[in-house]
Every structure is written in C-alpha cells, then in structure tokens.
C-alpha cells in the first residue's frame, strides 16, 4: 500500500462522517479527491480497500450489541484456520476427517440399501418365469440401477460435510488460506469456492464461476473444475477400492480404504492447480486478479437447512443421473444378451460359464473386444472397455455396466459384484483384476471428462463449442497417459 494510501485511510477515518446515506459514494469521492492532491491514480483494488475501511467505521458506531460468546476462542481458532501454514494443515486434515466419515457413517445405510435391492430382486423372481423379461428387470434394471442406488448414502455424507462447511463460515476462511497457496498457480481465492463445490458436482461449481469478474481467471477454472473429484466418481472409487484395498487402520484413526480416497480427491486438486499453471502460462496470461472478502462470523449450521440442501442436491443427482442410468442398463442389457447363443453346443458347461460366453458373443462383448487392443497397454481387458465405453455418458454407469456384464442382478449386492471382480480370470486362468490395474483405473476416472452435463454446461458458460470440446481432449489425454505410465512402470518393476 502506497504512502498516500495509508494518508488517505487516516483521513476517512479521522472524519469520521456521519450518516448510513454517505456508505456508498462518499469514500470514493473522497479518495478520488485525495488522489487528485497527490497526482496519483487509484487503483480498483486501493478503493475496494478504503470503502472496506471506511464502512467498518460506520458499522461500529452504528451496531451495539452484546459481546460476542466465546469471542477469545474464536479469535484463537481463527489465529489457526488463517494461518499460512497451519491452516492449509488444517484444510486437508478436515477434509481427511470428511472421508474417513465417508466410509465409516455409511457402511450401515449402504447395506440396508442393498438388502432393499436383493429383496426386490427376490421378490421380482418369484412372481416371473425365467426369460427375457426376468433377465431384464433383475439384471438390467433392478441390477444396474440398483447398483449405483446402493452409494446414495455416501453421496448425502458428502453434500452435508460441505452444507456443514459453508454453513459454519469455515469455507470462506479456506478461501482466505488457499489464496495465497493458489496466487502461486495464477489463480485467486475467488476460484477456491467454485473448486471445491465441485467436489459435489461441476456442472453447478462452474455456473458458480459467474462470481470470478476476471475472463481469464473464470475460463481457467472452468476448464480445471472437472478434475475435482465429485460425487458421480465415488461409487467408481467405493467399488474399486473395496475390492482392491485392505480395510484396515493406520494409527487407529484413519481406514487405508478411505485415506486412498482422500488421496484422489488430493490428487484431483494438484492436478488442477498445475493444469491451472499451464492454462495462465500459455493460453490466458494476464494479470492477476485480486481477492479481496469479508471473513463471516462463525454460525451454527440449522439442521433444516442442512437437510434441506442435502435433499435438493440428491435429488437433482438422481433427476439426473437416474434417467442416464437407467437407459443405459437397458441398453447394455440387450447389447450383453444378443444375439442369444446356442446353448445346446455347450452341453458339458455350468450355467456361469454359459453366461460368460453369451457375453463374450453378444454385441457388447465384440464392442469391448474391438477396443481392448487401445486400452490393452493400460491394463484394462475388453470387460473393462465396455464400462468405459458407457460411463462417458456419465461416470456411475461404470459401476452398472460391471454390475450387468459380469451378471450380478437384484438377488445380489455390491459384496457380490466386488467378489466377482476378484474371481474373473482371463483366458490363461489369470487375476483380471489386480492391484496394478485398478490403479490405472482410478486415475483414468481421476482425470478422463466422463460427464456429458459438465461439457453442456460448459458449453452453455463459455458460448462455444470449442471449450467443451478442448476439455474433453486434454483430460482424455491426460487420463489416458497418465494411466499408461502408471501401468507400464508398475509392469516393468513387478
């Protein structure tokens, strides 16, 4: 701040002018004055600074009120929450916590769930002969849909942590810290909010971009929103790392299974802030925008409230992502059952292995067996393809998808799916699914664009079509070297 600066901000307060009508126009004229003095331009930023100084000073000769409670308390855990370093410590040790909640809050509403679903398929059985039909409500629509139903109650731990969050004022401190660490990759804390909201969905944290006035910094953060991991990857990562990790405790605090998930989204954030780099270095250089807010008070959250923005975003997640999910099922339903082979030329075989070959034969097996060679160098087989194949259309599909195809329908749940991803081999009696190539598989969800609503949106934002369509380049890129890398060394060192 300039000599002049700090002269003027003595002299507005020192006047001391009174009248709530002067909040607006009256410290801008007075710097402009001050200024004209001094024969200096003023900068947006010094205005914004003195009309923030100057309305403080009315705002406390105009407000009296009681002490606020535990002010001293506050005061010390802002004194953290601010800090440049221990508040960034604290950022990612909350959000640790939030995951570690993840897992273990909803180990008991996910298996009512399922319960639900086997019941239903059960029930479903009981009423319809064997056929088509059967087939097709137990393993297409009860099976598919229900296999995504089954990680609601994580998805609605996800969107009240971050309701929680916003509610207490914390998010807006976050802000205030991540600014500084985010200044670093050309990006202000403006952006922050929009980041993080899109650990529940991109589509809205992009709209919330609107907020960011600089053109450079909202297109930026539009086009590294989708790299945040959000709540559509998580019945991908719940699937895949259950079946693949150990759970089990680190300091008798924190499941491996869910540090690995905190480790994606972590993963998500610094892939976002180096692409951020990238973007502000190559394509959107200009000048830095400034952050400049107003710390909220801390305030507890209203249970009606909270539960209200949670059932608004879950429904818009199912209104959404239902209807996707469900023609898709459908669809894969036929593609992985026709054409109908022969039974009568596999006399001698069991009825699961009559359904591996009616898969490996129908029109979705020859699909995934015409991209496995591309998806072959990062270790995915030609079961894997047809999920991924799918779940462009948006990322849960993958967990239907596998669900269908490897022939888990509503009598089963997601215990049986995770079982039946183990005991697949492949044509030399091998492990399908190891460590290596789930790996592989969690990046590519990590970085691939597999949301057909975020490049609508995207192209909505920007009035273009052409960024949609470079984001959707430049993440399948990434997710797919990144996954190859990740795949090959791993091979070359087992």
Known sequence: ??????????????????????????????????????????????????????????????????PIPNER?????????????????SFLGIMALVFQALFTWSEMPMDWIESCVRNVGTFVGDFLEEGPLRSLIQEGIIGGVGA?????????????????????????????????????????????????????????????????????????????????????????????????????????????QALTMFG???????????????????????????????????????????????????KAFLSTAGQIILFISILLWFLANYPRIDSSLYPNLTDAELKKIQIRESYAGHSGKFMEPVLKPIGFDWKMGIGIITSFAAREIMVSTLSIIYGVGGEESTDDLKEALLKDTDENGKPVWGLSNSVSLLLFFAFACQCMSTLAVVKKETNSIFWPLFLFTYMTILAYSTSFIVFQVWQLFS
Not at 7 to 18: D, R, Y
Not at 29 to 46: A, H, M, N, S
Not at 177 to 198: E, Y
């Open 1 to 66: 701040m300039t000599n002049s600066l700090k002269e003027l901000s003595g002299e507005i307060l020192q006047k001391g002018l009174p009248g709530l009508s002067l909040f607006s126009e009256t410290p801008s004229k007075l710097i402009r004055e001050k200024f004209k003095r001094f024969g200096k331009r003023f900068t947006y930023l010094e205005e914004l600074t003195q009309k923030s100084i100057y309305i403080k000073k009315i705002l406390s000769n105009a407000i009296v009120g009681d």
């Open 148 to 256: 995504v139903l089954v990680f609601i109650p994580q998805i609605s731990l996800l969107f009240l942590f971050i309701g929680i969050l916003e509610e207490t004022g914390y998010i807006a401190r976050a802000s205030f810290v991540m600014d500084r660490f985010m200044g670093k990759f050309g990006l202000s804390g403006k952006s922050f909010i929009p980041l993080l909201s899109s650990a529940a969905c991109a589509v809205p944290a992009i709209m919330g971009t609107r907020t960011i006035e600089n053109k450079s910094d909202r297109l930026t953060t539009i086009l590294v929103s989708p790299l945040i991991t959000c709540s559509a990857r998580y019945p991908v990562y719940v699937l895949v790392i259950g079946a693949i990790f150990p759970s089990k405790n680190i300091l008798g605090i924190f499941n491996v």
């Open 73 to 89: 308390v506050l005061s010390k855990a802002d004194k953290i929450l601010l800090h440049p370093f221990w508040g960034l410590v």
């Open 264 to 314: 994606l989204f972590l993963l998500g954030m610094i892939a976002s802030m180096f692409a951020a780099l990238v973007f502000k270095k190559t394509f959107f250089k200009s000048d830095s925008s400034y952050f400049l807010m107003e710390l909220p008070a801390y305030n507890t959250p209203s249970i009606k409230s909270l539960a209200l923005t949670v059932f608004k975003k879950l």
